[in-house]
């Protein structure tokens, strides 16, 4: 169980960090020709609403009590930290070819790696308790 507790609370420092990566290493504030903001505001837009659903989903891990929604829990945090790597690439939304873009996705793709794999810890804890049971 300490185990669980301790997958739990990384996964809310995870997706807080996450959440607040944006305004630590901004994107890039830059215009198309047309006066449009560039495709890394809109990625960024995604990853503030996948972000938030991970930081819920983390916060909610700390209350539940049922080991089968412990386990579906860590296998939609798995997914939101899969969404969030995906999200950057450039046959999804993608990202603009600026400096500052490059290195917040950086940062964002270790994050969300994180993330999805502490998701896996929680899936393979939870797991291993319900067998016990």
Not at 3 to 15: D, E, M, N, P
Not at 29 to 53: N, R, V
Not at 65 to 71: F, G, I, Q, V
Request: aromatic content about 10%; overall charge positive.
């Amino acid at each position: 169980m300490k185990k669980y507790k301790l997958l739990s609370w990384i996964a809310v420092f995870i997706s807080l960090f996450l959440l607040v990566l944006p305004r630590l290493v901004p994107i890039c504030d830059g215009l198309t020709k047309t006066g449009s903001p560039m495709t890394c505001h809109y990625t960024y837009q995604a990853e503030f609403i996948i972000t938030l659903l991970a930081v819920i989903v983390s916060a909610a891990l700390l209350v539940l009590r049922a080991n089968e929604a412990r386990l579906l829990a860590g296998f939609i945090i798995i997914l939101l930290g899969i969404s969030s790597i995906l999200l950057p690439q450039s046959w999804a939304i993608g990202i603009c070819e600026n400096g500052s873009c490059l290195k917040t996705t950086f940062f964002l793709t270790i994050g969300a790696a994180l993330l999805a794999v502490t998701g896996a810890g929680i899936v393979w804890t939870a797991w291993g308790s319900s067998k016990d049971s």
